[in-house]
């Protein structure tokens, strides 16, 4: 039975291109900045998100904390949405490691950050009793919205009230490529107006390990202390590296491909008995979507698709998360809609 992974976007499997690549890869001391395939990548990387710096980190929950822990000081605050990956999934690790506060302002079902909720968080730093504020960070593309994109001019009024306030951008851009593509714009466009910008390497791009953050090179200096203090300084991670630069060379245009897969993805679910969702909503690879209080559960759903080769991740009780990427093909899309309409129509509520 052929299997169709839609759980995350994070199981893709490196190419022959990568494979070879990480055979073929040049070698040094990255610790020591002597490794050449990584410098490679860094600097690919910077050019790409047109900052002045990058450095490469193993995940990108370290890529988000090596930023946190090089904008803030302990004690002081960042502003981020309540469905934040850095809020939600990383272990906590900016208030753990860092003493970093996390003040969460509600996400829109777009992504975004009402600008008023955001200057209404904003700390009076003359104020003794309240932590410092000092960072707001954004996520584009929004894992937990939908893969939702938020466009540049959004990130310009944030810009604008950050400048006003004396903060600093993070861009948890782990899918920055994924808004460009949907946007029609470069990512350098897409991260013009953050400070720091975190991007993964392994998950619509395909490689199997890696992320970068870019910013100014003296932010990077920080980054890359930062990546030590955690443990991330790695030797001859050009190995790695080496499938990243084949990533940015080779996987970002095709991922237009599981942006049209996941829109016929979704138009077909909705179509499906006790899905909700709407499809015009979804603009790049990830299709989240509720179950009706008469459909069956997301586990139940979850379990009868699995039964027949198609995973699905569950993300509450009556939501369920469908990610493409270059795994799934158009046959795929396919099963897994057969596979869903023969779940939903046999089971019971
Ligand atoms: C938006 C976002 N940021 C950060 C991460 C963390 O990446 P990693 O799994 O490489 O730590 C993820 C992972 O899914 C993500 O979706």
Same mark, same amino acid.
């Given at each position: 039975?052929?299997?169709?992974?839609?759980?995350?976007?994070? @199981?893709?499997?490196?190419?022959? &291109?990568?494979? %070879?690549?990480?055979?073929?890869?040049?070698?040094?001391?990255?610790?020591?900045?002597?490794?050449?395939?990584?410098? =490679?990548?860094?600097?690919?990387?910077?050019?790409?998100?047109?900052?002045?710096?990058?450095?490469?980190?193993?995940?990108?929950?370290?890529?988000?904390?090596?930023?946190?822990?090089?904008?803030?000081?302990?004690?002081?605050?960042?502003?981020?949405?309540?469905?934040?990956?850095?809020?939600?999934?990383?272990?906590?690790?900016?208030?753990?490691?860092?003493?970093?506060?996390?003040?969460?302002?509600?996400? %829109?079902?777009?992504?975004?950050?009402?600008?008023? +909720? @955001?200057?209404?968080?904003?700390? +009076?730093?003359?104020?003794?009793?309240?932590?410092?504020?000092?960072?707001?960070?954004?996520?584009?593309?929004?894992? =937990?919205?939908?893969?939702?994109?938020?466009?540049?001019?959004?990130?310009?009024?944030?810009?604008?009230?950050?400048?006003?306030?004396?903060?600093?951008?993070?861009?948890?851009?782990?899918?920055?490529?994924? &808004?460009?593509?949907?946007?029609?714009?470069?990512?350098?466009?897409?991260?013009? +107006?953050?400070?720091?910008?975190?991007?993964?390497?392994?998950?619509?791009?395909?490689?199997?390990?890696?992320?970068?953050?870019?910013?100014?090179?003296?932010?990077?200096? *920080?980054?890359?202390? *930062?990546?030590?203090?955690?443990?991330?300084?790695?030797? $001859?991670?050009?190995?790695?590296?080496? &499938?990243?630069? @084949?990533?940015?060379?080779?996987?970002? +245009?095709?991922?237009?491909?599981?942006?049209?897969?996941?829109?016929?993805? &979704?138009?077909?679910?909705?179509?499906?008995?006790?899905?909700?969702?709407?499809?015009? =909503?979804? *603009?790049?690879?990830?299709?989240?979507?509720?179950?009706?209080?008469?459909?069956?559960?997301?586990?139940?759903?979850?379990?009868?698709?699995?039964?027949?080769?198609?995973?699905?991740?569950?993300?509450?009780?009556?939501?369920?998360?469908?990610?493409?990427?270059?795994? @799934?093909?158009?046959?795929?899309?396919? $099963?897994?809609?057969?596979?869903?309409?023969?779940?939903?129509?046999?089971?019971?509520?």
């Amino acid at each position: 039975m052929r299997i169709v992974d839609l759980r995350s976007d994070t @199981v893709t499997l490196p190419t022959p &291109a990568m494979r %070879q690549a990480i055979f073929d890869g040049e070698l040094g001391d990255d610790v020591m900045g002597e490794d050449p395939t990584v410098n =490679r990548l860094e600097a690919m990387a910077a050019e790409r998100l047109a900052k002045e710096a990058a450095v490469y980190v193993p995940s990108g929950t370290m890529a988000n904390l090596v930023c946190l822990l090089s904008h803030c000081a302990r004690g002081e605050e960042a502003i981020m949405g309540h469905m934040a990956h850095t809020f939600l999934f990383e272990a906590g690790g900016s208030a753990a490691v860092g003493g970093i506060h996390p003040r969460t302002v509600p996400n %829109q079902s777009d992504g975004t950050l009402d600008l008023d +909720d @955001v200057e209404a968080a904003i700390r +009076d730093p003359n104020n003794p009793h309240y932590p410092r504020t000092r960072l707001i960070c954004l996520e584009n593309t929004h894992n =937990r919205c939908s893969g939702a994109v938020l466009t540049p001019s959004y990130m310009a009024q944030v810009r604008s009230l950050a400048d006003r306030y004396g903060l600093e951008i993070h861009l948890d851009g782990a899918r920055v490529f994924n &808004a460009a593509i949907a946007l029609g714009v470069s990512a350098a466009a897409v991260a013009r +107006d953050a400070d720091s910008v975190s991007f993964c390497l392994s998950k619509g791009l395909s490689a199997p390990v890696g992320s970068l953050v870019c910013g100014s090179a003296e932010f990077v200096r *920080q980054a890359r202390r *930062q990546r030590k203090v955690l443990g991330g300084g790695m030797r $001859q991670a050009g190995v790695l590296a080496a &499938a990243g630069i @084949v990533a940015l060379e080779t996987m970002v +245009d095709r991922l237009a491909e599981d942006h049209t897969n996941a829109r016929r993805l &979704a138009e077909g679910l909705v179509q499906l008995p006790g899905v909700l969702l709407d499809p015009a =909503r979804i *603009q790049t690879n990830i299709v989240i979507f509720e179950l009706a209080p008469d459909a069956p559960s997301a586990a139940g759903v979850a379990v009868g698709m699995a039964a027949h080769g198609v995973k699905v991740g569950v993300v509450g009780p009556r939501r369920i998360r469908v990610v493409t990427h270059y795994g @799934v093909g158009s046959d795929d899309i396919d $099963q897994a809609l057969t596979v869903a309409k023969a779940v939903l129509e046999a089971s019971p509520a």
